[in-house]
T-cell receptor, first 110, second 113 residues
Framework: AQSVTQLGSHVSVSEGALVLLRCNYSSSVPPYLFWYVQYPNQGLQLLLKYTSAATLVKGINGFEAEFKKSETSFHLTKPSAHMSDAAEYFCAVSDEKLTFGTGTRLTIIP | GAGVSQSPRYKVAKRGQDVALRCDPISGHVSLFWYQQALGQGPEFLTYFQNEAQLDKSGLPSDRFFAERPEGSVSTLKIQRTQQEDSAVYLC???????????FGDGTRLSIL
């Protein structure tokens, strides 16, 4: 079965600093990987997806993620954090249905 | 340009009551998914439809949970004889097909008293 592991349930960064949210996957076949963001009392919004076309994937709101097969990782980054980035972030792998990680709550320090 | 619509947004029920949660997917999306999200957790898969066919219901926690999508569009998740452990946010998502990005509704927050 496919799975993802998110390291760090809480991450705090200063406004303007680099954001790095970690995700490692486990899959016996080339995975379909996604990052979603969830704001309070809302559903999940797709940030970006990896579908093997390119290892560096650019998403919305300045986020990007790099697929590294050798490290089985798909970490999410943003060069400069903004206050509006404060939210819960979920990494997910798709095998028809989505299997989510436990999430990382991102806090931005003014 | 409507997204996935779920109703009601909030539902409070007494233990033992039956509830029905509605999901209206994006027009043209053939795949429809239901997820359960407990407080502070990631969403967990419940069931999945391809058009009107329920292809996977392996995530339904008990036989009190039942989902349908009779015309391949709107879906209803029904929970019979609700229990306190059913309290959660129920999320619906739709997509164009297998392994395509899923688009989520805002969820229904169910509280069982």
């Amino acid at each position: 079965a496919q799975s993802v592991t998110q390291l760090g349930s809480h991450v705090s960064v200063s406004e303007g600093a680099l954001v790095l949210l970690r995700c490692n996957y486990s899959s016996s076949v080339p995975p379909y990987l996604f990052w979603y963001v969830q704001y309070p009392n809302q559903g999940l919004q797709l940030l970006l997806k990896y579908t093997s076309a390119a290892t560096l994937v650019k998403g919305i709101n300045g986020f990007e993620a790099e697929f590294k097969k050798s490290e089985t990782s798909f970490h999410l980054t943003k060069p400069s954090a903004h206050m509006s980035d404060a939210a819960e972030y979920f990494c997910a792998v798709s095998d028809e249905k989505l299997t989510f990680g436990t999430g990382t709550r991102l806090t931005i320090i003014p | 340009g409507a997204g996935v619509s779920q109703s009601p947004r909030y539902k409070v029920a007494k233990r033992g009551q039956d509830v029905a949660l509605r999901c209206d997917p994006i027009s043209g999306h053939v795949s429809l998914f239901w997820y359960q999200q407990a407080l502070g957790q990631g969403p967990e898969f419940l069931t999945y439809f391809q058009n009107e066919a329920q292809l996977d219901k392996s995530g339904l926690p008990s036989d009190r949970f039942f989902a349908e999508r009779p015309e391949g569009s709107v879906s209803t998740l029904k929970i019979q004889r609700t229990q306190q452990e059913d309290s959660a946010v129920y999320l619906c998502a739709s997509s164009l097909g297998l392994n395509q990005p899923q688009h989520f509704g805002d969820g229904t927050r169910l509280s069982i008293l």
